[in-house]
């Protein structure tokens, strides 16, 4: 029996033991089974992981950046890549295969549609916040429904932020960590600049 299956027998506690060194391994098979653990895990989670998951899966002296790096040089040609986003990595189907999945019977109907008014509030949102609902009023020159600001709610884009100075307290908004999945951004510095028109 080997040193990682030893480790592996239930413990006199009763629970399993992981083995993240995996020291009975030559450093290539070593290289290898982490490369396949930090996959797997990236594989079965729906939101980015951080570094500071991915190491508890391997060995203390590896690098995750570099176990990454080799990943995605694997992965080049795939229809699929592994990227850095809102702190942590996940897969993404690349932008050349999006009309393919758009086609597929039902996967279509899982991507997120936005009209230009809610497009233009989750900007808004996104830029100013936390920002209340005067404050987008004063951005779009009317009124926005509560109704719009539910949807982008119910979608996860945004949530409730501090209560504005204002009178009354109200509550403002601001984005997510879904918004910056959803947008393939680390965080929102990575905003693109806003171009302001000379009128």
Do not use: N
């Amino acid at each position: 029996m080997t040193v990682a299956a030893k480790k592996r027998k239930l413990t006199d506690e009763g629970g399993a033991v992981f083995d993240r060194e995996l020291d009975d391994l030559p450093q290539e098979l070593r290289w290898r089974e982490w490369m396949g653990r930090i996959e797997a895990v990236l594989f079965a989670s729906a939101s980015p992981v951080g570094r500071d998951d991915l190491t508890r899966v391997v060995g203390q002296g590896a690098s995750v950046e570099m176990l990454i790096e080799d990943i995605q040089a694997e992965l080049v040609g795939r229809p699929y890549e592994l990227v850095q986003v809102a702190g942590g990595w996940m897969f993404r189907t690349r932008t050349q295969f999006a009309d393919a999945i758009e086609a597929a019977a039902d996967l279509g109907e899982q991507s997120l549609a936005f009209t230009e008014m809610e497009m233009g509030v989750l900007c808004a949102i996104a830029y100013h916040q936390p920002i209340d609902r005067a404050g987008l009023k004063d951005i779009f020159g009317k009124e926005v429904s509560r109704d719009l600001l539910a949807r982008l709610r119910y979608k996860d884009l945004i949530a409730s932020g501090p209560r504005s100075p204002r009178p009354g307290a109200p509550h403002t908004f601001v984005t997510t960590e879904t918004f910056l999945v959803t947008f393939d951004l680390q965080s929102l510095r990575d905003l693109p600049e806003l171009e302001l028109s000379d009128s």
